[in-house]
């Protein structure tokens, strides 16, 4: 008698907890998109020379 209504409940609670989980999951797949660069590459429109000077600082050792 009570059977149907218990099988109804536990299938409810699994698709709730599905969704949720697959909205979380799309939440998080959407937050942490972002661009993929390695280090050997510039981003477009960087100067190539600008970047090496930056690295060196006020004093400069040369080595003959």
């Known amino acids: 008698m009570f059977f149907p209504s ?3 409940v536990v299938v ?3 698709l709730v907890t599905l969704v949720v989980f697959g909205v979380l999951l799309y939440r998080y797949f959407c937050h942490n998109k972002g661009d993929y660069r390695t280090t050997g590459e510039l981003a477009p429109g960087d ?3 600008e970047s ?3 690295t060196a600082g006020e ?3 040369y080595f003959i």
């Open 52 to 54: 090496s000077n930056q």
């Open 6 to 8: 218990v099988v109804t």
């Open 47 to 49: 100067d190539p020379d």
């Open 12 to 14: 409810v609670v699994i």
């Open 59 to 61: 004093k400069k050792e």
